[in-house]
């Protein structure tokens, strides 16, 4: 006799169940979670060309928002367990060079995890572009005692 297929648990922090919560709560995101770990999340973004300046170079608001969203995206990974309520409280970005290309990639490392607060350092580069980063930064998301 077969069993039942479990229900999915839709709390784990999986790429496949964050870009479901993305995309229900916020349906006008791009951003996509590629892989996610307790320590780490990565994320990629097609562009458009809405997202272009001049000479083709992908906007400094587009890595904005893809640094802001694997940095949340790491918040899950670090706690277990997606929690839409974390909120950025601090994010800083450092523009290195041009990011031309197609699709925006972006990784995220945990530097700490506490009961209110999470820490993590991101890369941002484009097409295949990784051992030349376009930005690279650092985030702190707050946890609000509601999430707790």
Not at 35 to 40: E, H, L, M, S, Y
Not at 49 to 75: C, K
Not at 130 to 147: D, V
Request: charged share 15%; with cysteine.
């Amino acid at each position: 006799m077969q069993s039942e297929p479990a229900t999915p648990d839709h709390s784990r922090a999986e790429p496949a169940v964050v870009n479901a919560m993305v995309k229900e709560a916020f349906p006008g995101s791009r951003v996509i979670c590629t892989a996610i770990g307790p320590a780490f999340a990565t994320a990629a973004l097609v562009t458009s060309p809405d997202d272009l300046r001049p000479g083709n170079f992908i906007a400094g608001p587009t890595q904005f928002a893809i640094a802001d969203a694997v940095l949340w995206y790491l918040v899950f990974g670090a706690i277990g367990r997606i929690e839409p309520m974390a909120l950025t409280s601090e994010l800083s970005i450092r523009f290195l060079r041009p990011a031309i290309g197609s699709v925006l990639h972006a990784r995220a490392e945990l530097a700490s995890a506490g009961r209110r607060n999470v820490v993590g350092s991101f890369t941002v580069w484009a097409d295949d572009n990784e051992h030349r980063p376009s930005s690279i930064g650092q985030g702190t998301y707050a946890m609000p005692l509601t999430a707790r």
